[in-house]
């Protein structure tokens, strides 16, 4: 069977956890400042106000090539900070999307209240350790690249760090790999292997989620009214990027975005 982009990342993400783990060891990360800090809690909002944006951060994405490549990390959070985000997302794969742990460090420094969620591509307890080393409140477990048995010990494994986790799923059998100590279950709208976007997935799966979540619809989200009418069928959290990336002005965009709903 032929590769997807998903198998691509994964394989080098294997090669480049290998590469850290020998560059900077457990022990080391021990002694970052951030390391094991009191983790900064998302704010979601309830039900009858207005929906919650985790606002992202990325340069580039092998869906559509380079987005704003130039933009800097610590201008646009504060933006996003000012506009009034209830989190920020930071991609740190270097590969594939132009980031980096710097980027997560920066930010961390820049703002120390804003809740940042490390975006990558997490396949080993190693990268849980940098994570939080690195000023990360959260991280994503993405259902589609664990298996359980990785996802329980991964989730554990966070918890015990102070992160919270955004799992994220594409369709119902994935929900089935989810652990009780997850808080965060999101449903990514982009086909991780086809990059087709699909926000009626949303939909589907808000009525399958376990019982105590904070549900999260992410990707390909652009439209005010429809984040309004995912709001009315029970999310409470946007994950957006592309949509404020692609501008000049990633911060304006996203005040702007934000006034409209």
Same mark, same amino acid.
């Given at each position: 069977?032929?590769?997807?982009?998903?198998?691509?990342?994964?394989?080098?993400?294997?090669?480049?956890?290998?590469?850290?783990?020998?560059?900077?060891?457990?022990?080391?990360?021990?002694?970052?400042?951030?390391?094991?800090?009191?983790?900064?809690?998302?704010? *979601?909002?309830?039900?009858?106000?207005?929906?919650?944006?985790?606002?992202?951060?990325?340069?580039?994405?092998?869906?559509?090539?380079?987005?704003?490549?130039?933009?800097?990390?610590?201008?646009?959070?504060?933006?996003?900070?000012?506009?009034?985000?209830?989190?920020?997302?930071?991609?740190?794969?270097?590969?594939?999307?132009?980031?980096?742990?710097?980027?997560?460090?920066?930010?961390?420094?820049?703002?120390?209240?804003?809740?940042?969620?490390?975006?990558?591509?997490?396949?080993?307890?190693?990268?849980?350790?940098?994570?939080?080393?690195?000023? !990360?409140?959260?991280?994503?477990?993405?259902?589609?690249?664990?298996?359980?048995?990785?996802?329980?010990?991964?989730?554990?494994?966070?918890?015990?760090?102070?992160?919270?986790?955004?799992?994220?799923?594409?369709?119902?059998?994935?929900?089935?790999?989810?652990?009780?100590?997850?808080?965060?279950?999101?449903?990514?709208?982009?086909?991780?292997?086809?990059?087709?976007?699909?926000?009626?997935?949303?939909?589907?799966?808000?009525?399958?989620?376990?019982?105590?979540?904070?549900?999260?619809?992410?990707?390909?989200?652009?439209?005010?009214?429809?984040?309004?009418?995912?709001?009315?069928?029970?999310?409470?959290?946007?994950?957006?990027?592309?949509? *404020?990336?692609?501008?000049?002005?990633?911060?304006? !965009?996203?005040?702007? *975005?934000?006034?409209?709903?």
């Amino acid at each position: 069977m032929a590769k997807n982009i998903l198998d691509t990342i994964v394989e080098q993400k294997r090669v480049e956890v290998l590469k850290s783990k020998r560059v900077c060891p457990l022990s080391k990360l021990g002694s970052f400042e951030s390391y094991r800090r009191k983790a900064n809690v998302i704010a *979601f909002p309830e039900a009858s106000e207005k929906p919650g944006i985790i606002a992202e951060f990325k340069r580039q994405s092998p869906s559509r090539g380079l987005i704003h490549p130039d933009a800097d990390p610590v201008e646009v959070a504060t933006a996003y900070d000012a506009a009034g985000v209830s989190a920020m997302s930071v991609l740190t794969d270097q590969s594939f999307f132009g980031g980096s742990l710097m980027d997560l460090k920066r930010v961390r420094e820049a703002c120390p209240r804003l809740v940042l969620l490390r975006k990558d591509f997490i396949i080993d307890p190693y990268q849980l350790h940098e994570a939080s080393a690195y000023g !990360a409140d959260m991280v994503l477990l993405i259902a589609a690249i664990l298996d359980q048995r990785e996802v329980e010990e991964l989730a554990l494994e966070a918890a015990s760090l102070g992160l919270n986790t955004l799992f994220e799923v594409h369709h119902k059998g994935e929900l089935e790999k989810y652990h009780k100590e997850i808080k965060f279950v999101g449903v990514n709208n982009r086909d991780l292997k086809t990059f087709k976007v699909n926000t009626g997935r949303s939909h589907e799966l808000i009525g399958a989620f376990p019982p105590g979540v904070v549900p999260v619809s992410e990707s390909g989200l652009s439209d005010p009214e429809e984040i309004m009418r995912l709001s009315k069928a029970g999310y409470s959290l946007f994950l957006m990027g592309e949509n *404020f990336m692609k501008e000049k002005d990633p911060g304006a !965009a996203c005040q702007r *975005f934000i006034n409209k709903i």
